[in-house]
């Protein structure tokens, strides 16, 4: 199996390392051509913004798309982001997932932190998931179509923070951050699915 | 008064961020959180990773910053080009500044205080700033002690010259690291020096027996803890770009082939003739540092490089870098 990373910006490298820990071979993506004969991408967290230019000036967004077809796409916060239909912002997007996204929706970096989350779908689910939240964007509405992964509640209140829609995935933190493989696991079972 | 459509609008989004924002607070409240921990405080370098920080002096600069690809804005009063030919004292920037600049852009901002002067940066977390840079650009307020970082919740980034520099600002709780190069010359020389210190000497570590790494520790003047985690690491422990005289795509490029993360561009991009392209070339030199072609294509019809001053025209005195202790 072989697991591509967008490597425009961002936190490529620790996902890449992850990957590797996992046996599967990897590659860095910065050009269309880096597509060919990959079976799943990752959208690493970064700054979206800037993910999302560079993806526009070298002509990314439309092969993106078409590998999108095909195969499982993964986004980390800001991978989340880009991977979204609408944000509420002026910003490329690649519009894959049936979900809306507010940015930086608890704020600036001050009130970035880590929340111990049960996740039903990992393995050992009964283990929280260390869930490390840096200017963290929120999935705020899903579509028919999608569910949900993970959400932070207070019993009254919940807020989504990972959903999936078939082969598309999203996470508004950094499992490539913890040393914990469970979340990148479950990715690569969605690619072996097709 | 009336409000034209602009300002009606705009207070309009502030008013529901507010609502929504007590929603997520609320809830906040009510979840066991571990809040302005250092991994949160690395984190945020780890996403600026293969990324750019611009200075920028001005809203306008700012919005040019972001639109370019820019992965945060450093909020400055002066460019330190200008910091270096006016003289004077250079402090924090005004948090009127740092303010309208945090409302302009959708990055992270960052702002710099004086060596030790630990009250600038309480002002900055009070602010509530992306991040702190410790800076040897502004006029150091203490010449033996920097600020105690673990102390905040906000992260620092600091400069260094070689790798004892560096394990002691981590020591003193910096979540990042820049080499320092020299500040608003434009010659790259020096950030070429710096990195190929800090580097090489944790390339040389590896080497270096468990049994000498105390007295090694000591020369340095390095914590032994941090010494020894650099060793397993293989890299420092925080993430580590490049600052100080990159005024170029190729020399942004030629810093990330050399095995830095991500680079600090100073004066080099509002020092130049057309900022705005001179921004967008740096940003994708610094994704496709490693591949010729395109670094040749992005380098074309740049317009005017900033000026500089070459280093040997800096008198030691000078000479910013060697600010901090």
């Known amino acids: 199996m072989n697991i591509g990373v967008l490597a425009l910006q961002g936190d490529f490298a620790e996902h890449l390392v992850m990957l590797r820990h996992l046996g599967v071979e990897t590659r860095e993506v910065r050009l269309p051509s880096h597509l060919d004969g990959l079976h799943g991408l990752i959208i690493p967290g970064g700054e979206s913004t800037t993910i999302g230019k560079l993806a526009v000036t070298y002509d990314l967004i439309r092969p993106l798309r078409t590998f999108a077809q095909e195969h499982a796409i993964w986004g980390t916060c800001a991978g989340a982001i880009f991977i979204a239909k609408e944000v509420y912002r002026d910003q490329p997007l690649l519009k894959l997932m049936n979900i809306s996204i507010q940015r930086n929706a608890f704020g600036r970096q001050v009130n970035s932190f880590v929340h111990e989350l049960l996740v039903p779908a990992l393995e050992q689910p009964e283990r929280p998931f260390r869930a490390v939240f840096i200017r963290a964007p929120i999935i705020e509405n899903i579509g028919q179509n999608v569910s949900v992964i993970a959400e932070l509640s207070n019993g009254n209140n919940s807020i989504i923070v990972s959903a999936r829609e078939n082969r598309f995935f999203a996470t508004s933190f950094h499992p490539e951050l913890t040393k914990d493989d469970r979340f990148h696991r479950y990715f690569l079972e969605m690619v072996e699915e097709g | ?325």
Request: net charge negative; charged share 25%.
């Open chain 2, 1 to 325: 008064m009336a409000l034209d459509k602009r300002s009606f609008a705009l207070a309009l989004a502030r008013m529901v961020k507010s609502l929504y924002e007590s929603q997520v607070q609320i809830l906040e409240a009510n979840v066991e959180n571990e809040v302005g921990t250092f991994a949160v405080k690395k984190g945020l370098a780890q996403m600026l990773k293969g990324g750019v920080i611009m200075d920028v002096v001005t809203v306008e600069h700012a919005r040019i910053a972001e639109e370019a690809g820019a992965v945060a804005v450093m909020a400055l009063e002066r460019v330190p080009a200008d910091i270096r030919a006016q003289g004077g004292v250079a402090r924090m920037s005004d948090p009127e500044l740092i303010l309208q600049i945090m409302e302009a852009v959708s990055i992270p901002v960052m702002a710099k205080v004086r060596i030790g002067h630990f009250v600038e940066a309480q002002i900055l977390e009070a602010l509530g700033v992306d991040y702190v840079d410790e800076s040897e650009v502004l006029t150091p307020a203490d010449e033996h002690n920097h600020i105690n970082k673990h102390e905040y919740g906000i992260p620092f980034v600091c400069g260094c010259r070689n790798l004892g520099e560096a394990l002691r600002r981590i020591g003193e709780g910096a979540a990042m690291i820049r080499t320092k190069g020299e500040a608003g010359s434009g010659d790259v020389v020096e950030a070429v020096r710096h990195a190929r210190a800090v580097l090489g000497e944790i390339r040389k570590l590896q080497n270096t027996p468990d049994m000498e790494l105390m007295a090694y520790a000591k020369k340095i003047g390095a914590p032994y803890k941090l010494v020894q985690e650099t060793k397993e690491l293989k890299s420092l422990p925080v993430v580590n770009f490049a600052a100080g005289g990159i005024a170029t795509p190729a020399d942004a490029a030629l810093m990330m082939q050399l095995g830095v993360e991500g680079v600090f561009v100073g004066s080099g991009i509002f020092k130049s003739g057309d900022p705005a392209r001179r921004a967008k070339a740096i940003v994708e030199a610094v994704t496709h540092y490693n591949d010729p072609k395109i670094l040749a294509e992005i380098s074309r019809n740049l317009g005017e490089a900033m000026v500089g001053i070459g280093i040997s025209d800096i008198p030691e005195s000078e000479r910013m870098a060697v600010r901090g202790w």
